[in-house]
């Protein structure tokens, strides 16, 4: 069973690899055209493409770079004509802290409030909590991002607005930079696993076996961790590994907003670059990350639940 | 003695969506006294479950206590602090829930739920928790309770679940118990021993017992007092043999006449109408509606309960009407089938569901485990009633299901009429498709929600008869109408429907078809007995007027008695025995369907069941020799485990598969 999830995670990725190299390759124009621009004609054109290897067949080039990024080597990249295994590194890093960060912050606050306002149900507590989530998740981020600039650096002062620090600094010089975005982030996320953890746990408090444990004379707070949290909690899982895949996108708008030196910014400037070679690098990371938390959700769920656990062990 | 639990004058009810305040239950007393066994009857929504975790002190959510109490051993319950319900509940006082399978922590293991109620409600030291567990479970009869116990509740079946759920309410010692509909659900060979063992517990234990049910057959077997209650109010009380077997009361002789008999054959009487809705009462006697006797005082005056001659207590002005009437009520004998052309033939059907392994299916490689259901060859002929019969998992809805073309054959064929059907739906024609339908057990499932009736029954009529407009409107009306809905109810939602209306218009949409064969899964499990009673009454009416063949699949052998004219008795997706109705039911029969229908529980008090063999589950059918060899309480030895039984024939028509001789197989 692990083996094939692995397997078919695996087949996703390369599905994935091809549906990139395609798409770009479908593109008018490739990384010469774009790095030499006006200039890219006659034998100008002619000696890039073949520096850079471009007159060979598709599959050729397919699997070069195929098997370059299985290395961990992605060429390089088109107008630097640096290695994008380099560049993409510390970029990589950059959001993945964002991403940390906000989920460190996000996903236990969610939790919590989520349970919280699930056992309050109608409560004060859930009313105020409820209604948050629901403003804080149809707010755009860019709005909240820059509302929160306004009040916080602008207004008040506390909190640098903007990102200076360069994509090769060291992590500890990212604060106090980086609080406002994980702010952001972490609203969204929060707002959104929380709507989920409530429902979950008013579900399953309002199950039979909660009524069971109840009149079994269970003490209330024995019901809500050993009962009914185990089995609530079980749906977050998926949410979150969800969430983390949105985080993936959502980061973009964060990082261009607030100048953020990560992976989300370093598409859009390829993007607007032609830089074609890294844009397939950032996709093709981008899907690995969302196809690696997806499957590691799925695995978390299926061996925190027995009944997934059993069929599973039995199946293999 | 004074009364264990004593509910005085109880009310209990919700705010309705209109702000009016509807009773649930209303100013009801019941009292019961230590090692008393009371019964609480009556229909879905009659309040009996509300009543009895009331004694609890609990209400579901939304609902209220208006009026009275609820005093156990002389506690008030819904005057005491959490932490006093929490000492009391699931100690003194516990309960058996109707679902165990949904009562049980998915995420615990069945010892750590035990070792639970123990910790909260045992004496024990805490060193002696885990002996006395497993104690627990072997006292229930389990098998291997060392083994359960690390266990989590899916990985048992229902009836071990149950067995469970018993151990559990065990734990505290407790010196009542509330039972709610615990054996609902659970084949009738489990039933049968789940409630004997309850019977042993409380005669052991001394234990009061307050149990709830549907089902008048477990409630002679445990109880010696039984309540009726109807929307919300008791309306008889008395000893289990007066309720059961001279009931004073109109609807009590109209929910007992409503009940399929064994040993009858005549359909049983379905009590029409249903109960008003909670509030909706009147001013008079709520059962006015439904009943035969009624008179224009019942509809002004609300009839007080009143002490019966026989020692009870009544809810109506005409009890000695209602007493001359009893047994006066007798049901119209079934459409039989006299003989006709080959309408649906099975020739040596298998069934798989085990797929190959991925490993093996790359090397071509097949299964080597037998087949869920195998050599399956039965031939129904055209206005005729095949009922299949057998514990869960006897492969019946598999069959049907390989019948409509919804899983594959792994061997054999199936004929309707003179064409061989191909195996799945998607490769039949649409004559064929039409042909062919299929009713399903819980309409709550088979409905699409958003749909209204007449969405639903004009799906067939414009697949299959191309009708539109006026037209095809008029049809969907005509339809109804047969079924006993009126026109009225073709722009209704399924929500907006009774449990029995939902029914009728999954039946209507079968017949919409016009169909030759229809294949009956179940259709009346869900139902309460009134409501099934009305559906069994429609499709003989169905089967009289339209010559339809039916596959009817039930586990309660008394509604397959009531219907069909032929049976055949399933073990392990095997054919045990197959005959006229009254040839499986009164003559020479297999082991297993005397183990059947030795386990039947009859609204008699009287009456007792014989069970003959243990009611484990098995995992798979054996590979060789008799598929009942695991259980077979007249196992004759080696031969049974490595030799096919051969078939035998007592009478024309009536097969037995089995090595006992004809002669040995009718002596006990």
């Known amino acids: ?316 | 003695m004074s009364a264990l639990i004593d509910i005085r004058d109880i009310s209990v009810g919700f705010v309705g969506r209109d702000g009016r305040t509807r009773e649930v239950l209303r100013n009801i007393d019941l009292a019961v006294a230590p090692g008393e066994c009371v019964g609480l009857v009556g229909e879905s929504g009659s309040g009996k479950s509300t009543l009895a975790l009331a004694a609890m002190g609990y209400l579901k959510r939304g609902l209220r206590l208006l009026n009275g109490s609820a005093v156990f051993s002389g506690t008030d319950m819904f005057a005491q602090s959490r932490r006093e319900l929490e000492r009391i509940r699931g100690g003194q006082l516990a309960l058996i829930p109707q679902n165990s399978g949904q009562s049980l922590t998915p995420t615990l293991r069945i010892g750590a739920q035990l070792g639970e109620a123990l910790r909260l409600h045992s004496a024990l030291p805490a060193d002696q928790h885990a002996a006395k567990v497993v104690e627990l479970l072997g006292h229930v009869r389990l098998p291997d309770p060392e083994a359960i116990v690390a266990r989590f509740p899916h990985e048992l079946s229902g009836g071990q679940q149950q067995r469970v759920a018993i151990a559990m309410a065990l734990a505290g010692e407790p010196e009542a118990l509330l039972l709610d509909e615990p054996t609902t659900g659970l084949d009738v060979t489990t039933q049968a021993h789940i409630l004997e063992l309850l019977r042993d517990i409380a005669a052991d234990r001394g234990m009061a017992m307050v149990y709830v049910s549907h089902d008048l057959g477990a409630i002679a077997r445990v109880c010696t007092r039984v309540v009726v209650m109807y929307a919300g109010e008791v309306v008889l009380e008395g000893s289990t043999r007066h309720v059961l077997k001279f009931p004073t009361h109109p609807y009590a002789q109209g929910l007992l006449a409503s009940i399929p008999k064994l040993d009858d054959s005549a359909l049983p009487i379905a009590l029409d109408g249903r109960p008003p809705a909670p509030g909706d009462a009147g001013a008079g006697c709520a059962f006015a509606d439904r009943c035969a006797l009624v008179q224009d005082r019942c509809r002004s005056t609300r009839p007080q309960l009143e002490a019966s001659e026989s020692g009870g207590t009544v809810r109506c002005f005409f009890t000695k009407e209602a007493g001359r009437q009893q047994g006066q009520i007798i049901g119209a004998a079934p459409a039989r089938f006299s003989g006709g052309d080959t309408m649906l033939d099975l020739d040596g059907l298998a069934i798989s569901y085990a797929r190959p392994r991925l490993l093996d299916q790359l090397l071509g490689r097949g299964t080597d485990v037998p087949p869920t259901v195998d050599d399956i060859s039965i031939s129904i002929g055209k206005g005729e009633t095949l009922g299949l019969v057998g514990e869960s998992g006897s492969g019946k809805s598999t069959i049907l299901k390989t019948i409509a073309g919804l899983l594959p054959p792994a061997a054999g064929a199936v004929t309707a009429g003179d064409q061989s059907l191909p195996h799945m739906v998607e490769h039949r024609d649409p004559g064929q498709l039409r042909q062919i339908q299929l009713i399903f057990q819980n309409p709550d499932d088979s409905l699409n929600p958003r749909h209204t009736v007449a969405d639903i029954l004009e799906q067939p009529l414009k697949l299959y008869f191309g009708l539109t407009g006026g037209k095809l409107r008029a049809r969907s009306a005509e339809i109804l109408e047969r079924v006993r809905l009126g026109a009225h109810y073709l722009d209704r939602l399924p929500s907006q429907l009774s449990g029995g209306e939902k029914q009728r218009v999954a039946i209507a949409r079968a017949f919409a078809a016009g169909p030759e064969i229809v294949l009956c899964d179940e259709v009346t499990s869900a139902l309460d007995v009134s409501v099934q009673a009305a559906v069994l009454d429609l499709l003989n009416d169905l089967k009289r007027s339209q010559g339809t063949t039916y596959i009817f699949v039930s586990h309660d052998l008394a509604v397959v008695r009531a219907l069909s004219d032929r049976v055949a008795v399933l073990y392990q997706g095997r054919l045990c025995e197959i005959g006229q109705t009254d040839q499986v039911f009164e003559g020479e029969s297999h082991p297993y369907t005397k183990v059947l229908l030795g386990a039947v529980l009859e609204p008699d008090p009287d009456a007792a069941p014989t069970l003959a063999a243990d009611d484990i589950v098995e995992r798979a059918p054996p590979a060789s020799g008799c598929p009942f060899q695991r259980r077979c309480p007249r196992r004759l030895g080696e031969i049974c485990d490595t030799d096919t039984p051969p078939w035998q024939s007592p009478e024309a028509g009536h097969f037995i598969r089995c090595h006992i001789s004809l002669e040995d197989l009718n002596v006990d």
């Open chain 1, 1 to 316: 069973m692990l083996m094939r999830r692995l397997f078919l995670g695996a087949i996703t990725v390369w599905i994935v690899s091809i549906i990139i190299f395609a798409g770009v390759e479908v593109l008018p124009g490739d990384a010469c055209t774009a790095f030499l621009e006006r200039e890219a004609q006659g034998k100008l054109l002619e000696n890039c493409r073949e520096a850079q290897g471009l007159n060979r067949s598709a599959a050729e080039r397919y699997f070069d770079w195929a098997s370059g990024a299985v290395r961990g080597d992605f060429g390089v990249s088109a107008n630097g004509q640096k290695s994008i295994s380099e560049l993409v590194g510390n970029r990589l890093r950059n959001s993945l802290l964002l991403a940390v960060c906000a989920l460190a912050i996000g996903v236990p606050l969610a939790i919590f409030l989520g349970v919280v306002t699930g056992l309050r149900r109608e409560k004060p507590v859930d009313l105020v909590f409820s209604s948050t989530a629901v403003f804080a998740m149809t707010i755009p981020e860019f709005v909240s991002a820059t509302v929160l600039i306004l009040v916080f650096s602008v207004w008040l002062g506390w909190l640098p607005g903007i990102v200076l620090t360069s994509a090769g600094a060291p992590i500890s010089e990212f604060f106090p930079e980086i609080v406002l975005p994980v702010i952001v982030l972490g609203m969204v996320m929060t707002a959104h696993i929380l709507r989920m953890v409530r429902s979950s746990v008013i579900e399953v408090m309002a199950g039979e076996y909660v009524q069971m444990a109840i009149l079994k004379g269970v003490p209330y707070w024995h019901i809500v961790f050993r009962h009914a949290l185990p089995n609530a909690l079980l749906p977050a899982i998926n949410v979150v590994a969800l969430t983390i895949a949105w985080l993936l996108g959502g980061v973009v708008v964060i990082e261009v907003v607030f100048n953020y030196p990560g992976l989300g910014r370093m598409m859009i400037d390829a993007i607007s670059d032609r830089d074609l070679p890294v844009v397939q690098a950032i996709a093709l990371i981008v899907a690995t990350v969302y196809v690696g938390v997806n499957l590691t959700a799925d695995l978390m769920t299926m061996f925190l639940n027995p009944r997934l656990r059993t069929h599973a062990l039995r199946g293999s």
